[in-house]
C-alpha cells in the first residue's frame, strides 16, 4: 500500500510493537504450571524455532520485493493462492478481534466504563494508525514504542524484584512440549504477514534478521511478564496483575497502545491480502473495514481462550511456509505464472493433515517443526521425482 523504503530501525520498530501485547502476555500465563526455569526454557526453545520460520520467510519478501500473499503464488500458483490470501485475511480478521476484545477486556478491569467502550476507543485508534499510514508513523510510532518500553520495564520490575515468582515451584500439568508448541503458535501467527514490511526494505537480510530477532526476544520477554506474574499473583487475568503489580494508569497505557500498535499490522495485512485477492480494493480501506468487523465481534462474542485458533493457524500454515522455503531456497522453483502448482497443494494438504495428527503426540520440541521438516522433504523429494516421471514417459 506504500512505496517508500523502510530503514533496519524503522522495521525493528515496526516488529518491537508486535511483540509487546497483551496477547503475549496472556499466553505467558499458561506456562506457569511448568514453573519459571522450565517454562522459560520452553518459550526460548519454541521461540528459536519459530523466528528461524519467520526470518526465513521475511526474507522471500525482502529479495523479491513481494507482499506475503505475493510470494505465495510462487509456490502455489495464481488461483492456488487466493485460498491461503482467503485462510490469511480470515486469520487476521480473528486475530483484530481477539485483539482488541483481549485489550479491551484488561482495560475495563482497570477502568470500568463497559468493555464495549474500550472496545471502541482500541478500534478508533487502530484505524488512525492504519489512516496515517505504516512509512508516516515516523515520530508518533517512535514516542509509542518508548513509552511501552519504559512501561514494560516497570512491571518487569514490579513483578521480578524480590525473586520470588522464580523460587516458587512447579506444578506440572503441561507437558514441555506442549509448551514450546504454544511459544512457537504465536511467531508462527506472524508468518503470513512479515513479508507485507520486509518487502519494503532498503536493507533487505539485515531488516529481515533485525525484524525477527527483535519480535523474538520481546516476545519472550511478554511470555516471561505473563508466566512471572501468573506464578506470584496465582491470576491469569491481566487487569488484576497489573492492579496487583500497583500499575493503574501505567498499566492501562500498556494495555491500550500494545493492542493498537500489535493490532494494528494485523489490520494492515489484511488490507494487503485483500488487495492480492482483489485487485480494484483499496487496501488501506479494507484493513479500516477488517478494524470495524474485528471491532463489532469483540463486543459481541467471548473470546476468552485463544489456544484452538493458534494451533488451527499453525496446521494452516506451518506446510505453507515449510513448501515456501523448500521452493525458494533448495529447488530454485517459481510457479507464479501457472494458474495453480496442484503437486504442492497435495502436498499442502497432507501437510495440514500430518499437523493435525502430531498434536496428539506429545513432541519435546513441539510438532511445528516435525511437520515443517517432513512436508519440505516430501517437496524435495516429488519435485525430483516428477522430473524422472516426464522422462520416462517421454522414452
Not at 503475549?24 to 520460520?53: Q, S
Not at 513481494?66 to 490469511?88: I, R, W
Not at 480473528?94 to 479491551?104: F, K, L, R
Not at 488451527?312 to 521452493?327: E, K, R
Request: aromatic letters at 10%; charged letters at 15%.
Amino acid at each position: 500500500m506504500e512505496n517508500r523504503h523502510t530503514s533496519v530501525f524503522e522495521n525493528g520498530l515496526i516488529w518491537f510493537g508486535a511483540g509487546v501485547s497483551i496477547a503475549e502476555i496472556l499466553t505467558g500465563t499458561y506456562f506457569a504450571p511448568l514453573g519459571f526455569g522450565k517454562g522459560l526454557a520452553a518459550v526460548f526453545a519454541g521461540h528459536l524455532i519459530g523466528c528461524l520460520l519467520l526470518f526465513g520467510a521475511g526474507l522471500i519478501g525482502a529479495k523479491t520485493g513481494k507482499s506475503a500473499m505475493e510470494t505465495v503464488k510462487m509456490s502455489f500458483g495464481q488461483k492456488g493462492c487466493l485460498l491461503f490470501c482467503a485462510l490469511n485475511i480470515l486469520q487476521l480478521a480473528g486475530w483484530t478481534a481477539i485483539m482488541i476484545y483481549d485489550g479491551a477486556l484488561a482495560a475495563d478491569g482497570v477502568v470500568h466504563t463497559g468493555r464495549w467502550i474500550w472496545c471502541l476507543v482500541i478500534g478508533i485508534l487502530i484505524i488512525v494508525w492504519i489512516m496515517v499510514g505504516i512509512t508516516n508513523l515516523g515520530k508518533l510510532n517512535t514516542i509509542a514504542m518508548a513509552a511501552l518500553f519504559l512501561l514494560t520495564l516497570i512491571l518487569c520490575k514490579v513483578i521480578f524484584a524480590d525473586g520470588r515468582a522464580v523460587e516458587i515451584a512447579a506444578e506440572e500439568s503441561m507437558s514441555f512440549g506442549a509448551a514450546v508448541e504454544l511459544s512457537v503458535a504465536m511467531p508462527l501467527s506472524w508468518l503470513p504477514l512479515i513479508s507485507d514490511y520486509t518487502r519494503e526494505a532498503e536493507k533487505p537480510v539485515k531488516a529481515t534478521a533485525v525484524s525477527a530477532l527483535v519480535y523474538g526476544l520481546v516476545s519472550c520477554w511478554m511470555y516471561g511478564i505473563g508466566m512471572g506474574a501468573a506464578i506470584l499473583t496465582g491470576e491469569s487475568d491481566i487487569a488484576q496483575i497489573m492492579l496487583k503489580a500497583g500499575l493503574g494508569a501505567a498499566g492501562l497505557l500498556i494495555i491500550v497502545f500494545s493492542t493498537v500498535t500489535t493490532t494494528f499490522l494485523d489490520a494492515y495485512s489484511a488490507g494487503v491480502s485483500s488487495e492480492t485477492l482483489c485487485g480494484s480494493l483499496k487496501g488501506k480501506y479494507a484493513a479500516v473495514a477488517v478494524t470495524v468487523i474485528g471491532t463489532m465481534a469483540a463486543i459481541v462474542y467471548p473470546m476468552d481462550n485463544i489456544t484452538d485458533f493458534l494451533y488451527l493457524i499453525g496446521s494452516v500454515f506451518a506446510p505453507m511456509i515449510a513448501i515456501q522455503t523448500a521452493d525458494f531456497f533448495l529447488l530454485k522453483k517459481d510457479a507464479q505464472e501457472r494458474q495453480a502448482d496442484v503437486p504442492n497443494l497435495v502436498i499442502w494438504a497432507i501437510g495440514f493433515g500430518l499437523y493435525r495428527i502430531l498434536m496428539r503426540v506429545d513432541i519435546p520440541v513441539g510438532n511445528t517443526l516435525p511437520d515443517m521438516v517432513i512436508t519440505m522433504l516430501l517437496c524435495v523429494a516429488l519435485q525430483k521425482i516428477l522430473p524422472a516421471a516426464k522422462g520416462r514417459g517421454s522414452r
